[in-house]
């Protein structure tokens, strides 16, 4: 089956505008990061919006948390690439301030603004100026009144019902302009929550696993909840809370919609082999120092570092581009076919030469290229091939010895 065909039906919930990106139906899914930087230093701030934007955020939230921060919103918002989310907690003159100010939506956690009257007020004001906002519940910082309720734990049906209570007082106000997020630190609990909130509403989702932590494991903790949900079909905007450069935050997000089928692909998607006893390079290595030159090229494009050219070609042939090791060389295959020789030194550069050759002129135009070099090219790899498998033999990893021992000690 062609990979590329398999969708996950995404359930269908009412679009909103967040500024001038839709969230929600079938609008594409977003990525959203968050500002680290006192929102007061608007010059800061904004060039992190920018390097956040530049990632792959399509919305950017900053923290509204003192009136510096609602005055540096209102020098933000009119240069900012990307709509901005003021982040309210507590404090629900902030709301008011950060609306005044001019910003595409609020984020309220209704663990921390209880009061209904405030609650009603920050609505109202939404809605004459028709700025969405996020209801951000929270397991770490339910209501109190929930939590008890629920004996003294933090459940999914708690979260949701926090959810279902702010969504009733928006509802008196006659506010819809609404998403809602129902983030845990604890992956089930989150993916369990946002599944039954999922059944209830058809308001857009906003997903993350929240203090997910430093990386890996946060990524980790983060892409399993979001990823769980995606492929179930819920989720219509996501954010990866990592404690690290918030930039990390928009690439990941941005990698794992591409990866999903969920958004156009922009980067670089990097395979590369794991490396085992036939490689005749330093794979990592040389998988890293690629991944290190495409970080910041936008090519769309599938690219490959196989350790050896037994196995890479015939098996990243689907890659656009890639290079396999040879006998201290790299053999360059497009789609498969080998198209040129390269010194070991310079499989990177040769390989980040030849992806922007394809992006900008086509595969038929790079086999065209390759019409001169292919012939001993394809020689060399067989050299190199039968070379390698002369030295190491077909089982380099003793498997077929093992089960021969296996079945001697069975008699
Ligand atoms: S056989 Fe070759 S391509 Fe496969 S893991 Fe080993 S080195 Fe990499």
Not at 103 to 126: F, Y
Not at 187 to 215: K, N, W
Not at 222 to 243: F, K, Q, V
């Amino acid at each position: 089956m062609d990979a590329g065909a398999v969708t996950f039906p995404r359930k269908k919930t009412r679009q909103i505008m967040v500024g001038n990106v839709p969230v929600g139906g079938d609008a594409p899914i977003t990525v959203q990061s968050m500002t680290i930087t006192k929102t007061a230093d608007h010059e800061a701030t904004l060039q992190q919006i920018y390097a956040l934007a530049a990632a792959g955020a399509d919305i950017v939230r900053c923290t509204c948390n003192e009136p510096a921060a609602a005055e540096g919103l209102a020098r933000i918002v009119p240069r900012s690439p990307v709509p901005i989310v003021a982040d309210i907690h507590h404090q629900y003159r902030r709301a008011l301030e950060a609306l005044e100010a001019g910003v595409h939506c609020l984020r309220l956690n209704p663990g921390n603004i209880r009061k209904p009257e405030h609650i009603k007020a920050v609505a109202a004001e939404a809605k004459d100026r028709n700025v969405p906002i996020r209801i951000g519940v929270n397991g770490g910082s339910l209501h109190p009144d929930l939590y008890k309720k629920y004996g003294d734990r933090v459940t999914p049906e708690a979260m949701v019902e926090s959810a279902l209570q702010e969504i009733a007082y928006f509802e008196e106000v006659d506010f819809d302009l609404i998403k809602i997020s129902v983030k845990a630190s604890n992956v089930p609990l989150m993916i369990e929550a946002y599944r039954q909130l999922s059944e209830q509403v058809d308001y857009p989702l906003h997903l993350g696993v929240t203090e997910a932590g430093p990386p890996p494991g946060g990524i980790v903790k983060a892409t399993a909840g979001i990823a769980t949900l995606l492929a179930e079909g819920i989720g219509d905007t996501i954010r990866y809370s990592l404690t690290s450069d918030p930039v990390d935050e928009a690439r990941l997000g941005r990698q794992l919609l591409e990866n999903f089928g969920l958004r156009d692909r922009k980067n670089v998607d990097l395979i590369a082999c794991p490396s085992c006893g036939r490689a005749e390079i330093d794979v990592f290595k040389v998988a890293q120092d690629a991944q290190d030159a495409f970080a910041d090229k936008k090519l769309p494009l599938q690219v490959a570092v196989m350790g050896c050219v037994v196995n890479g070609p015939g098996e990243a042939r689907d890659a656009d581009i890639g290079i396999a090791a040879g006998n201290k060389r790299g053999h360059l295959f497009v789609k498969g076919t080998n198209v040129a020789v390269v010194p070991e030194a310079e499989m990177v550069p040769t390989l980040v030469e030849w992806a922007e050759f394809i992006n900008e002129h086509g595969i038929d135009a790079a086999m065209k290229r390759a019409e001169e070099s292919a012939p001993a090219a394809r020689r060399a790899a067989e050299e190199d091939r039968n070379r390698n498998l002369n030295e190491l033999g077909e089982d380099v990893n003793d498997s077929e010895q093992k089960v021969e021992l296996m079945r001697k000690q069975r008699d």
